[in-house]
């Protein structure tokens, strides 16, 4: 058995849908691979799901309009409908482009991750954790798409709690993005802080150190290279004593696969087990937590986290060895921007990686310091 996962929560529910088995985004597109289904697939193939799935509901144009301008709701719905985004929709709300392509029946899609993290956010409020994998799409604009997202299922998760009446609620993304559109979507309200680790440098260019909005943000942009040692650093010595003093209701976390050493859209060097590890250490801050996937372009790093994370929160041990069923979902994988000589066998073996350790560097303590201070 694998220490990581020596359990955590025996009332943990994961919510999901049979719609991200459908074909999306395309050709080349780095998001055009099998994700959320491999990473449960293989957790089912563990006996880990039985029992604990809840469908996620399709988000209406009611609950989309609370964060969502009328006119994008509207422009995507259209341009699904028809096939074509014109020229004006394009320029305006960032659809059918490389980044953010038009694809049959991406309304539907987005709008189901929407309403995955809403209702995980309503089974969380129970008491438990909650695990929605096809969320964390954080970069979403109120006015249209960014960052291969459509719309922004993480501030609906949030909102969710707040509906409910908490009044501290504490959002941390883990993936190797800035989670900008959360933080901007909640920066001047004063019953939410966000707390952003992500690779400086990267996709979208925010979230830097000294960015705070109004003292309820705070973010921890760290160099080229992060090892497991280096994040358990600023969980332990920045995000966890941040939660301390807030002492949150509930929590958000976005853990995103792609901070995974072989990632090919992060230059970041972490284990499985320091993701999993650092969503627990937040988690164990709050009564209710909702838990979104994000970000992840490797499919056999991110199947085999996402699939690690889920057994993790529930309170399964990890098997030493996965079963031939799931090794055979893992061989039979691809992926254009991932090159075959770069694929580790354990990728195709393994539940949990190896540790990829290495020295804390004075840069990564200087950001946990700086942090701390109020």
Known sequence: MTEITAGFQNDALVVMSEIYRRAAYGRNHPLAIPRVETALDIAADLGWIAGRNRPSPVADEGLLARFHTPAWIAALREADAAGVVSAAVRSRHGLGTMENPLFRGVFERAATSVGGSFEAARLALDGRIVFHPAGGTHHGRPDGASGFCYFNDPVFAVLGLLDAGLDRVAYVDLDAHHGDGVENAFAADPRVHTVSIHEAGRFPGTGALDDRREGRARNLPV?????????????????????????????????????LLGDPLSAMRLSNRALIAATLAVVARAPRAVVLGGGGYNPWTL????????????????????????????????????????????????????????PVRDEIRAIAAAIRTP
């Not at 920045?238 to 696969?257: D, E, F, S």
């Not at 994370?309 to 399964?316: R, V």
């Not at 069923?325 to 691809?334: E, I």
Request: proline residues 10%; negative net charge.
């Open 303 to 358: 199947a085999r986290h996402w699939a690690a994370l889920w057994g993790a929160l529930a309170g399964f041990p990890a098997p030493d060895r996965l079963p031939e069923v799931s090794r055979r979902r893992l061989a039979a994988l691809d992926c254009d921007l991932v090159e075959e000589e770069d694929r580790d066998p354990a990728w195709f073996e393994t539940l949990i990686d190896r540790p990829s350790n290495g």
């Open 223 to 259: 160099p080229r290279g992060l090892v497991d040692d280096e994040l358990a650093h600023l969980i332990d010595e920045a995000v966890v004593p941040i939660l301390k003093r807030l002492a949150p209701q509930a929590v958000v976390v976005t853990c995103g696969a792609d901070p």
